[in-house]
């Protein structure tokens, strides 16, 4: 395991010099650009590509809703006999199968205060759950505080080393 280590190590180019740091920053730089230029390109491919089949897949998307459409209306209208009078969700047609699936109950809701506040008035609070959680910024602001507390780490502040070459803006 340690042999892996330092063979990454070794991996590691260095540059000696400022000159040569120099260097590196502008290859980073060229070589950032590069990556751009080939992700516009690539881009550029995706979008010809995309228009070349959209009116293709966009009939046949027409095509199978209308279809589909169809379908769901005949069967419904059928429906007592496919599902021998309501034993059966799933009725086989030889070429496929069309099923009936009834989903789960839900709760949509929209202006959460105002539901919470006709909750509260009402005297249905066991609709309302509370969240116990620790408060993250209080314990920032006392770390030597909570530093004993089991479980509680403390993690100063990490420094990040940035690399930015210089760019000229043309816009």
Not at 41 to 65: C, F, G, P, W
Request: aromatic share 4%; glycine share 6%.
């Amino acid at each position: 395991m340690a042999t892996k280590k330092l063979k990454k190590i070794a991996e590691i180019w260095v540059p000696q010099s400022r000159d040569e740091t120099a260097d590196a920053i502008k290859t980073i730089g060229d070589t950032s650009r590069e990556i751009e230029r080939l992700t516009v390109n690539m881009n550029d491919e995706i979008a010809d590509v995309t228009k070349k089949y959209q009116a293709t897949i966009d009939r046949h998307k027409q095509s199978l809703d209308t279809l589909q459409t169809g379908v769901q209306i005949w069967c419904q209208a059928n429906r007592n006999d496919l599902t021998q009078g309501g034993k059966n969700k799933t009725a086989n047609l030889i070429t496929g199968t069309v099923h009936w699936r009834k989903r789960p109950s839900s709760i949509s809701l929209r202006g959460i205060e105002g539901i919470l506040e006709a909750l509260k008035r009402m005297k249905l609070t066991r609709f309302i759950r509370s969240k116990e959680e620790i408060n993250k910024e209080a314990m920032l602001n006392e770390p030597n505080v909570v530093s004993s507390i089991p479980g509680v780490k403390v993690v100063p502040g990490v420094e990040d080393f940035i690399i930015q070459p210089f760019e000229q803006d043309v816009t």
